[in-house]
């Protein structure tokens, strides 16, 4: 048992995908009597893993363009943060990063396996294997993943933190 979907494509190709509640996937193309020819059917019996990767393949590309146009918009970076056994990060919530002096960067979504969390709060604690999906400037971006990493904003050791970032009303203290 499963559910068929069909659609004909523009040259007049029938195309279907039976997904199956094992997991499995059948990719068919097919044509019927009344198409004026031989009936002819090929099906390709897809694995669970197997039909994800088409996915991504087929729809990888407007997601590509989809991202690279965002990207194109002048000061804003979306990047991928893999957490690591010896992150900062992880194990601890997200927290708030604003008061960490990180003003104007927002975690888009935190992917764990196959699900993504999108617009998690503060409390959402991340464990090594996930991977952030944050936005905002190229400079606070990379103030981020030092943080996730280290637990601190800046790079160099003994430098003092700037209070550009920092929210109105704090000062940046020396190691944040």
Not at 15 to 32: A, E, K, M, N, P
Not at 90 to 113: H, N
């Amino acid at each position: 048992m499963g559910v068929l979907h069909t659609f004909i494509t523009d040259d007049g190709g029938k195309c279907g995908v039976i997904t199956h509640r094992s997991g499995h996937s059948d990719l068919i193309t097919f044509s019927d009597e009344s198409d004026d020819k031989d009936v002819t059917k090929v099906s390709l019996r897809l694995s669970e893993d197997e039909a994800h990767t088409l996915a991504e393949l087929l729809g990888g590309t407007r997601i590509t363009e989809s991202l690279s146009a965002l990207e194109q918009m002048p000061g804003l970076s979306i990047d991928w943060f893999t957490v690591d056994y010896d992150d900062h990060i992880a194990g601890q919530p997200l927290g708030d990063l604003s008061a960490k002096g990180v003003v104007g960067l927002t975690v888009v979504a935190v992917v764990r396996g196959e699900t993504a969390n999108p617009a998690p709060s503060g409390d959402f604690r991340v464990f090594p294997g996930d991977t952030l999906v944050v936005a905002g400037s190229p400079e606070k971006v990379a103030k981020a993943f030092s943080f996730y990493r280290n637990g601190f904003t800046k790079h160099p050791v003994g430098s003092v933190a700037s209070s550009v970032d920092s929210p109105p009303g704090s000062a940046a203290l020396p190691g944040e």
